[in-house]
């Protein structure tokens, strides 16, 4: 963020930020506080933070990006259920098969 700081103080943008530990969430408040920026919500499986301007945003348009952000945050975490629930799928395959080598038998039922 420090990087972006005079982009942020000119353009004011509603800012998503990923930190899945205190340390990380109270650098970026701490930050973002300084410029008048206030945290909105969290979201997603790690925590997104969403922070927004404390002056020059309409309350219509923060609500309508973030019902936007809202509604693309589900589909993203639908979609990740399903490849993590295919992963799990994948994996209870190859766990039957080596617990069946390890038994003396195939994954079929026939000893090896």
């Not at 039957?96 to 080598?101: C, D, H």
Request: aromatic share 8%; proline share 4%; with cysteine.
């Amino acid at each position: 963020m420090h990087g972006a700081q005079r982009t942020i103080e000119r353009a004011r943008p509603i800012i998503c930020i990923e930190a899945s530990t205190t340390v990380a969430y109270e650098g970026a408040l701490s930050f973002l506080s300084a410029r008048s920026f206030l945290p909105l919500e969290t979201h997603n499986f790690t925590p997104t933070h969403t922070f927004v301007p404390a002056r020059g945003w309409s309350a219509v348009r923060i609500i309508r990006l973030l019902a936007a952000q809202s509604s693309r945050n589900y589909v993203y975490s639908a979609e990740r259920l399903d490849q993590l629930m295919a992963r799990m799928d994948r994996l209870q395959i190859r766990v039957t098969a080596l617990e069946g080598q390890l038994k003396g038998v195939e994954p079929s039922g026939r000893e090896i």
